[in-house]
């Protein structure tokens, strides 16, 4: 593994990075875009990074990826997970905000695990979902597209669909740390999350009988203070002992 | 888009229940404000706060003006607040929205009808010249609670001010430079400051100094503007679902305590900023054959 290399957007990917196992397609991850695909044998994958970050490489799963660095904009890209919020819905879709203050995106009725017109569930403005980034579109205006199935199988793999109770907590985009919590909270009954890549993160502690609201709280508190003090982890140990005695959730 | 994007059905009820077992989402007590964080720029009257995530900019500035007409006596005072893009991305540059009319509005009947900066004191020569005190209100980062954080950080910007020195010689009017007067601090009547209060649940939950979140799920609010001797100088209740009255008497009480805690404290970072000024102001700047930029720490 060479040196970490740090892209900034429209910079290209050297070839040296790329990963040369050839029997798998090459799979790219959020912030990359490919500009040409080898036509002959001699030619190569040119790649550009649309967002600044840490380019990492997987020769395994011959995967290229960008680690992006906290922000608070979250551009949809494909395959991401995100938490959704229904705002209307119309005849065919429900209309979702994923971000506030952008461009609503579209999610099928029947995109839903076993979803027929009989069955489809019927979310209320305001109601969230736990959906995946089906196609961005091309060009401006586009509409992003979400599913909550994956179209290869009909099921809602990782736990899509709507997500009913909880708590949102909004931190950076990019964002994906949670250690510790679960092994302190086990005796509580654990807790249900999920993680959107629009910066939100949901939490349900249903089975926590009466203290389900503090230890909600108490994930969200671990969350949004490991977020904005860029905490290592040593320091989000030590975080989640102070907020769960601060909280009275443990001895 | 002018409106903040709506809270979903599942935070909205999680809000309320967590209240309903007197837990916040910050982990703070209902009369707990968030961390406080007040500091001051390199001119006179440039105020940065940061009330939790909510972060303000005032900017005071004074200029010599005709006085108005049919008060001949009073100076000007006028406070302006505009929302900027920067704030929200639900703010637009420019067009105003019910927030800003209605913030403006508690500012205006707070800090300048009950006459926390005397006015009468800015006359230089009746009728003809007087000063115009303005603050400017910025607000860089919004996570609720905006009236209190611009009320705070006014009062401390007005505290803080220095306007050059003027004085009437055979009828005209001399304003000093810096340089050549110290300045001179405007007179402050006493110290208003507002506490807002949000309504849960019937308004059997009262809390203060919500978040945005917290605000969008609340049902009503009331706000109290309170000086740090117990006047009560403003007490308003524009929407939302009836207040119990017996709430509104107790959380008065409440309110005094906060208003005497934070007028203490930013009356301890103002004594702490104008020591520092005067450490390393005017023995440099006096001195005589020192032209060059005052070096500043």
Same mark, same amino acid.
């Given at each position: 593994?060479?040196?970490?290399?740090?892209?900034?957007?429209?910079?290209?990917?050297?070839?040296?990075?790329?990963?040369?196992?050839?029997?798998?397609?090459?799979?790219?991850?959020?912030? @990359?875009?490919?500009?040409?695909?080898?036509?002959?044998? #001699?030619?190569?994958?040119?790649?550009?990074?649309?967002?600044?970050?840490?380019?990492?490489?997987?020769?395994?799963?011959?995967?290229?990826?960008?680690?992006?660095?906290?922000?608070?904009?979250?551009?949809?890209?494909?395959?991401?997970?995100?938490?959704?919020?229904?705002?209307?819905?119309?005849?065919?879709?429900?209309?979702?905000?994923?971000?506030?203050?952008?461009?609503?995106?579209?999610?099928?009725?029947?995109?839903?695990?076993?979803?027929?017109?009989?069955?489809?569930?019927?979310?209320?403005?305001?109601? *969230?979902?736990?959906?995946? /980034?089906?196609?961005?579109?091309? #060009?401006?205006?586009?509409?992003?597209?979400?599913?909550?199935?994956?179209?290869?199988?009909?099921?809602?793999?990782?736990?899509?669909?709507? @997500?009913? #109770?909880?708590?949102?907590?909004?931190?950076?985009?990019?964002?994906?740390?949670?250690?510790?919590?679960?092994?302190?909270?086990?005796? @509580?009954?654990?807790?249900?999350?999920? /993680?959107?890549?629009?910066?939100?993160?949901? /939490?349900?502690?249903?089975?926590?009988?009466?203290?389900?609201?503090?230890?909600?709280?108490?994930?969200?508190?671990?969350?949004?203070?490991?977020?904005?003090?860029?905490?290592?982890?040593?320091?989000?140990?030590? *975080? /989640?002992?102070?907020?769960?005695?601060?909280?009275?959730?443990?001895? | 888009?002018?409106?903040?994007?709506?809270?979903?059905?599942?935070?909205?009820?999680?809000? !309320?229940?967590? !209240?309903?077992?007197?837990?916040?989402?910050?982990?703070?007590?209902?009369?707990?404000?968030?961390?406080?964080?007040?500091?001051?720029?390199?001119?006179?009257?440039?105020?940065?706060?940061?009330?939790?995530?909510?972060?303000?900019?005032?900017?005071?500035?004074?200029?010599?003006?005709?006085?108005?007409?049919?008060?001949?006596?009073?100076?000007?005072?006028?406070? &302006?607040?505009?929302?900027?893009?920067?704030?929200?991305?639900?703010? +637009? &540059?420019? $067009?105003?929205?019910?927030?800003?009319?209605?913030?403006?509005?508690?500012?205006?009947?707070?800090? $300048?009808?009950?006459?926390?900066?005397?006015?009468?004191?800015?006359?230089?020569?009746?009728?003809?010249?007087?000063?115009?005190?303005?603050?400017?209100?910025?607000?860089? %980062?919004?996570?609720?609670?905006? =009236?209190?954080?611009?009320?705070?950080?006014?009062?401390?910007? !007005?505290?803080?001010?220095?306007?050059?020195?003027?004085?009437?010689?055979?009828?005209?009017?001399?304003?000093?430079?810096?340089?050549?007067?110290?300045?001179?601090?405007?007179?402050?009547?006493?110290?208003?400051?507002?506490?807002?209060?949000?309504?849960?649940? %019937?308004?059997?939950?009262?809390?203060?100094?919500?978040?945005?979140?917290?605000?969008?799920?609340?049902?009503?609010?009331?706000?109290?503007?309170?000086?740090?001797?117990?006047?009560?100088?403003?007490?308003?209740?524009?929407?939302?679902?009836?207040?119990?009255?017996?709430?509104?008497?107790?959380? =008065?009480?409440?309110?005094?305590?906060?208003?005497?805690?934070?007028?203490?404290?930013?009356?301890?970072?103002?004594?702490?900023?104008?020591?520092?000024?005067?450490?390393?102001?005017?023995?440099?700047?006096?001195?005589? +054959?020192?032209?060059?930029?005052?070096? =500043?720490?």
């Amino acid at each position: 593994m060479s040196a970490p290399l740090v892209l900034l957007p429209s910079d290209e990917v050297p070839q040296d990075h790329l990963p040369t196992n050839n029997s798998n397609p090459l799979r790219l991850g959020p912030g @990359l875009r490919i500009l040409s695909q080898p036509s002959s044998k #001699g030619s190569n994958h040119v790649l550009t990074a649309t967002q600044a970050g840490l380019l990492t490489t997987d020769a395994k799963r011959n995967t290229v990826s960008l680690l992006s660095f906290p922000n608070r904009r979250y551009i949809p890209t494909v395959n991401d997970f995100v938490i959704a919020q229904i705002h209307h819905s119309s005849v065919d879709f429900f209309h979702c905000m994923v971000t506030p203050h952008t461009a609503h995106a579209l999610l099928g009725q029947l995109s839903f695990e076993g979803a027929s017109k009989k069955t489809r569930p019927m979310l209320k403005q305001g109601e *969230l979902v736990y959906a995946r /980034v089906q196609s961005v579109g091309v #060009g401006a205006g586009a509409e992003v597209e979400l599913t909550c199935v994956n179209p290869a199988t009909g099921k809602a793999d990782g736990g899509l669909g709507p @997500l009913t #109770g909880g708590m949102v907590f909004d931190v950076s985009t990019g964002l994906v740390v949670l250690s510790e919590l679960g092994k302190k909270l086990e005796s @509580l009954g654990g807790f249900e999350i999920a /993680v959107g890549r629009n910066g939100k993160v949901w /939490v349900d502690c249903s089975n926590a009988a009466e203290s389900a609201v503090k230890v909600t709280i108490a994930i969200g508190r671990c969350l949004q203070e490991t977020d904005q003090q860029n905490l290592h982890t040593h320091d989000q140990k030590k *975080l /989640v002992m102070k907020i769960l005695r601060d909280m009275k959730l443990v001895s | 888009m002018s409106k903040e994007a709506q809270l979903s059905i599942a935070e909205r009820d999680f809000i !309320l229940e967590a !209240l309903r077992e007197n837990v916040r989402l910050d982990g703070r007590q209902p009369d707990d404000y968030r961390p406080l964080d007040l500091s001051f720029g390199e001119e006179y009257g440039h105020v940065k706060l940061q009330l939790g995530k909510t972060n303000i900019i005032v900017r005071i500035s004074a200029e010599v003006t005709k006085p108005r007409e049919d008060r001949p006596f009073d100076g000007l005072f006028n406070i &302006n607040l505009e929302l900027s893009a920067m704030g929200s991305p639900a703010w +637009e &540059n420019g $067009r105003t929205n019910d927030i800003e009319a209605y913030a403006t509005n508690i500012l205006d009947r707070i800090i $300048r009808h009950s006459n926390a900066l005397d006015t009468e004191s800015l006359c230089i020569l009746k009728g003809v010249s007087c000063w115009s005190i303005r603050a400017d209100v910025h607000i860089i %980062d919004y996570d609720g609670n905006i =009236t209190d954080a611009a009320c705070i950080a006014i009062m401390a910007g !007005l505290q803080h001010f220095r306007r050059p020195d003027a004085v009437v010689k055979d009828g005209r009017v001399i304003v000093y430079g810096v340089e050549q007067r110290v300045p001179v601090a405007l007179n402050i009547t006493h110290k208003p400051l507002s506490v807002t209060f949000h309504t849960f649940n %019937d308004s059997k939950h009262v809390i203060v100094d919500a978040t945005l979140k917290e605000e969008q799920a609340a049902e009503g609010d009331i706000v109290i503007g309170i000086n740090s001797v117990g006047d009560v100088c403003y007490l308003s209740k524009y929407a939302g679902s009836p207040a119990d009255a017996m709430a509104i008497v107790n959380k =008065t009480n409440v309110a005094w305590e906060k208003v005497k805690e934070i007028n203490v404290a930013v009356e301890k970072v103002l004594q702490a900023d104008l020591a520092k000024r005067a450490k390393i102001g005017m023995a440099d700047e006096s001195r005589a +054959e020192n032209d060059r930029l005052v070096q =500043t720490e």
